[in-house]
């Protein structure tokens, strides 16, 4: 399942809780390691992670990194614990609360790493890492906070509108040329439900879609993220229309028909499989499955679009994308230890290992494009270094997601709330947190700075 299997993790949390021009570079040797001089003692560094769940293949490669460091590095040693999606975030609070566990963390980008810096529990890392290695490093600005750079991006996960060529030309679509702006995707609907294929796949009986769907779709109208930080901290509103109009969207999609009937009832899965086993034509997706899904049902049958637009602001026109990362803890004994191992993460070598092991893009522009093959991820590597955007789940309350997006895409599916009553819903909850965590709210608005 998709990144967004990190919202299961939400479930247990009621607390608080994006680009670089790329160039191919040369391979380096495979025991290429840091500048740096290696530690006299021995050091045994902790590493508590996810992603093998996102990007297939993430386990054998980072074994072999380890591997291969120590290997260059002999005093240096690893022990690696792969977390689960609903135990990531829990384990790392308990850890924090003992000062013990991890020296090297793995975040999602935005307030899933910032909000760790403001607890203490993480340290910047600026000084750790060489000057000229952030030159490289794609989606770093997700983890600046307070002028510095509070962890170091890994991979990049994007989202993407897939579609089936094969069935947009069954429906007398042109494959070549998608819906590009709102209307052409209504008019892709009709034509699609008239040869009795499903336009749009979903699932929101789990609740976690709805926080994709906010993030690809309330984004048009505005010119940054920052937006949605200020209306969360009460210096906009969420009732504004600029706030509900994606709502009022969202409703225009159900109306028309665009859906399966059954969104409801699945779960964000089984609305995926919709699409993965050729019932549906399109799916708003994600790019780190999409050599996973190309062994289902073939690259011929997996066509690319950005989200068709509506609106007028600058975020309109990008692609969503984050950068999954890590960070190092603040009771961590060895942080330069620590420092020099990410770096080394980032050589050449192990840049490109790392693609040539998932099919999922890093997020550093020292990749050998020649690598990438496939005329899709060819597109995605295009859209991640020249348009890439940010994920605006990254820069919201976690509560928000969850008891507004969420729960307001059910509402709205269900057909027991308007989208002007979703934008109250929105509004309130914001409310309440900013009344329940003063501290934490507080903290969200220096970030905007």
Not at 103 to 129: C, H, K, M, R
Not at 404 to 424: I, K, R, Y
């Amino acid at each position: 399942m998709r990144k967004s299997m990190r919202m299961l993790s939400l479930l247990v949390l009621l607390a608080l809780l994006i680009p670089a021009c790329g160039t191919p570079a040369t391979e380096a040797p495979a025991t290429e390691a840091p500048a740096t001089e290696a530690p006299a003692e021995p050091v045994k560094l902790v590493v508590w992670w996810w992603g093998e769940q996102e990007a297939p293949g993430a386990q054998a490669w980072l074994d072999e990194t380890m591997a291969l460091y120590t290997e260059a590095n002999p005093t240096v040693t690893f022990e690696a614990v792969l977390q689960s999606t609903d135990t990531l975030i829990p384990a790392f609070q308990s850890a924090a609360a003992a000062k013990e566990g991890p020296d090297i963390q793995y975040f999602w980008g935005g307030v899933w790493t910032i909000e760790n810096a403001w607890t203490s529990a993480i340290i910047p890392v600026d000084d750790l890492i060489p000057a000229e290695e952030w030159d490289h490093y794609i989606n770093a600005f997700e983890r600046q906070y307070d002028g510095q750079t509070w962890g170091v991006p890994w991979y990049l996960s994007g989202n993407p509108v897939v579609f089936n060529p094969e069935l947009f030309t069954q429906a007398g679509l042109d494959p070549n040329a998608p819906p590009a702006t709102w209307d052409e995707l209504l008019v892709a609907c009709d034509k699609l439900r008239a040869v009795d294929v499903i336009p749009i796949a979903g699932g929101v009986k789990d609740g976690w879609f709805g926080g994709w769907l906010f993030s690809i779709l309330a984004r048009q109208p505005h010119d940054s993220e920052k937006a949605f930080m200020q209306a969360s901290v009460g210096d906009a509103t969420y009732t504004d229309p600029k706030f509900t109009e994606w709502w009022g969207r969202l409703q225009e999609l159900k109306d028309r028909g665009c859906w399966n009937e059954d969104i409801g009832s699945l779960d964000y899965q089984q609305g995926q499989d919709l699409f993965v086993t050729g019932k549906a034509a399109m799916l708003f997706g994600n790019d780190t499955f999409l050599a996973g899904w190309a062994e289902t049902m073939g690259w011929d049958k997996i066509g690319l679009m950005l989200t068709p637009r509506y609106g007028q602001g600058a975020l309109a026109d990008d692609y969503i994308v984050t950068a999954q990362g890590w960070g190092i803890t603040s009771w961590s004994k060895y942080p330069q230890e620590a420092a020099d191992f990410l770096v080394f993460m980032h050589t050449p070598d192990r840049v490109n290992a790392w693609f040539k092991a998932t099919g999922v893009l890093p997020a550093d522009d020292r990749l050998d494009s020649s690598l990438i093959t496939q005329p899709q991820l060819k597109q995605v590597y295009d859209w991640d270094t020249t348009v890439g955007g940010p994920n605006l789940e990254n820069f919201i309350p976690s509560i928000m997601d969850e008891q507004a997006n969420f729960a307001g895409v059910q509402l709205l599916f269900a057909g027991d709330s308007t989208p002007e009553e979703l934008g109250v819903l929105t509004e309130d909850v914001n409310a309440k947190w900013r009344e329940q965590n003063p501290d934490a709210a507080a903290n969200f608005k220096a970030w905007i700075k």
